[in-house]
């Protein structure tokens, strides 16, 4: 089993920056793939970003691309999501997963584990 708690969200102006974290608990993040979803109220789930176990590898959404970073720590279990240039469109409660395997995935149905959410607003 793998616990996530994200962390870090808050309401921040447009053009603003925030990190979240995601901290994991559990022997096997090391040899897991991490991701961060989102979801807006009336709307579904969507991929954000995703990262491979060792970190060698990220996909980003098109949305989010040379706005939003993710990054890992496997000496601390920890996955983060640099996110900048914040608009009204990415308010969303913000999602962190994990996967059992190793390679990262932009597939929600491909991860098997999943912390609580973190709210982002951005206001105008």
């Known amino acids: 089993q793998v616990r996530l708690v994200e962390s870090g969200g808050g309401l921040v102006q447009a053009g603003g920056s925030l990190r979240l974290s995601c901290a994991a608990s559990?022997?096997?993040?090391?040899?897991?793939?991490m991701g961060w979803f989102r979801q807006a109220p009336g709307k579904e789930r969507d991929f954000v970003a995703a990262?491979?176990?060792?970190?060698?590898?990220?996909y980003n959404a098109d949305s989010v691309k040379g706005r939003f970073t993710i990054s890992r720590d496997n000496a601390k279990n920890t996955v983060y999501l640099q996110l900048n240039s914040l608009n009204a469109e990415d308010t969303a409660v913000y999602y962190c997963?994990?996967?059992?395997?190793?390679?990262?995935?932009?597939?929600?149905?491909?991860?098997?584990?999943w912390g609580q959410g973190t709210q982002v607003t951005v206001s105008s």
């Open positions: 997963a994990a996967r059992r395997w190793r390679g990262a995935s932009a597939d929600r149905n491909e991860y098997d584990f």
């Open positions: 559990g022997r096997t993040f090391s040899s897991s793939a």
């Open positions: 990262i491979s176990y060792s970190g060698s590898t990220t």
